[in-house]
Each structure stands twice: as C-alpha cells, then as structure tokens.
C-alpha cells in the first residue's frame, strides 16, 4: 500500500510537471512580442503571411507608414521611408498607431544613397523634428534611426544627422543595413555601430549579398551566414530586433536565393530555417520537441496513474 501511494504520488507529481512544461510550451506564442525576429514585408495584404507566423517571428515593417489587416498576431512598425512619403505619413500616422497599438516607428531608408531616400544629414534632421520626434510624446513610440547602408560612409552620415539635429531628435535605437558574405564580420559591423552611438541596434535589412564584385553565396554558404547571424543576434542583448531581406518574390537586385518567399508565394526552405521550422530539414525545433515530450509524458503519466489507483 505505501509504494502504492508512493507511486501513485510520484507519478501525479510526473502528471502535474508535465502539464506545466506543457503550458510553458504553448505559452512560446505569448512571448512573441519580444522576441527579435520580423519580416521584410512589401507585398501588402496579396501575399500569404499567416505562413511565417512562429513563435520566432514578431513584427513587420512595410517599407512605408502602412500596416496590413491580414497579420493581426504580429507587430506593425510603420516607416517614414523619405520626401515621397511625406503627406502619406503624416496624414495616417496617429491613426495607424491607434488601429495597430504601434510602438515603434522607423526613418528613412538608406538615406546616404542616391538610389534610396538620399537625404542631406540636414533635411533629414529636419523632417525628422517635424514628422517623427512629436510622436514621441503625443503617442508614446520609441523611433529608430535613418537606417544607412553598409556603404562605408554609413557611420559618417548618421554622425552628420546626429550634428544637425542639435539635440532636437530622440533615437531611441539604430536602425542599419548590412549586405556582405561574412558572418564574423557582420558581428563587428553593428558592435561597432552599438559601440559608437551607444544604442540598440536594429538590422533591419541583411542578407549574404556581395556588393563588392565577388561570386555570390552558394546556397549553402547562405544557410551558415544567416544561422551565424541570427544566432548572434537571438544571443546578443543590444540587438533588439531583425528582419532579413526578404519576404517577397522579387529581391530587386539582391541575390535572390536569399529569398523567404518563392515565386509561387510560398515560404522557402530559408524562409522555413528564418523563422526556427526546422522540421524540413530533419531536426525539429527545441520548441516543437518539448511540446511533444510534455504532451507525451502527460498522457503516459495519466494513464499510469489512472492504472494504480484502479
Ligand atoms: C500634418 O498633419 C496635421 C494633421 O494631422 C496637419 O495639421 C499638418 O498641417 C500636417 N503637416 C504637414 C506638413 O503636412
Ligand atoms: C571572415 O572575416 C574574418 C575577419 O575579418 C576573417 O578572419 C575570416 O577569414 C573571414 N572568413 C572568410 C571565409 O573569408
Ligand atoms: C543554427 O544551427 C544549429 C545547428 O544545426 C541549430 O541548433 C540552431 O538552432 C541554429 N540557429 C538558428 C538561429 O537557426
Ligand atoms: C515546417 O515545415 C514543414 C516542412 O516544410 C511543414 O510541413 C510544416 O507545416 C512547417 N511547420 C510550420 C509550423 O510552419
């Protein structure tokens, strides 16, 4: 009899453990509002997101002051992408943070390139006191930096921003580029960023692109690139958030199997990899193996425990 309740105890103690794993298990979806990973997202609401929604994907930016109805589990960044989005930001903004409970909102994009927003330090300090910094206050947002490309004079011009804005732009974090084939020195890259403007960073275009007239990356050598990168990142406190480019079809000029999406619209192996769905390639997620093993403990433990006490 005393073995009996012994056991019968120590398998309603198994029973009680395991549905708690399991309730920390299902609770993965809950914690995705701080976890890093987000999508680079220019398709609107034509192209199916629901499929890169994972414990590991949080948010989504869109280029521009637009969020979308169809992604109402992820986190909305809207963006003032330069000068062509101006009335278009400041006309929707406020209410756009309202409908989609916004919390951060983005700057201009690659500023320091002529083909991008290409924006003087001065204008953009400018338009930043006039669009982006009252948000600050009236809405309660945290704003992330004009966003440079990896082109070396990056640092400079964020430097020249910061000068012109004569203390009258609140960054609440760097928001950067980086497209090269290195993940060691991808790491240095936004350290040094971190280092020098001591903020967050948040990389919110990256990918195994080579600007620089060398061989592009095989598709193995992107799979190590972005498993080094991400890694780095998931591990790394001052990297709050990361989106890779990209999400959608047609990479405009960027390798495109670096692509999340392929031309069909459905979520590539990458894409599967990006967003911790490892299941394609064999593994299995941590997250998806203890969901099974809490769930199996639970039953095994029920079903025992039920087997003794009859
Ligand atoms: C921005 O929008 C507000 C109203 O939301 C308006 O009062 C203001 O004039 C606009 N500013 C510009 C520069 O368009
Ligand atoms: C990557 O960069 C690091 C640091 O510059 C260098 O030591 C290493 O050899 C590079 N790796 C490759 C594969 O080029
Ligand atoms: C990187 O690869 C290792 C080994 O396959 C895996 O355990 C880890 O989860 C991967 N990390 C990311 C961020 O994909
Ligand atoms: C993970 O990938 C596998 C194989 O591509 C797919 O069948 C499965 O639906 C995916 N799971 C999730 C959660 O996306």
Redesign the pocket.
Known sequence: MTSFTTLTTVLLLAATNAISAHARALDIRDVTTSSKAGLAWPNGNGENIKQYESG?VSWYYTWSPNCIDIAASLECVPMLWGTDQENAFNSTIESTIDSYSVKAVLAFNEPNEMGQSNLSPEDAASMWKQYLEPLRSSKNVRLGSPAPSSNPDGVTWIQDFLNACEGGCTVDFIALHYYDVNATEFQSYITNYHNLFGKPIWVTEWACQNFNGGAQCSDEAIKEF???T??FM?ATDFVERYAWFGAFRNLQGVNPDDALMDQNGKITALGD??I?N?TS?G?G??AAVALHVSVFTYVLATFVALLVLL
């Open positions: 590991k972005m498993n080094q991400e890694s998931d990899q990006y911790g490892q390639s593994g997620s941590s």
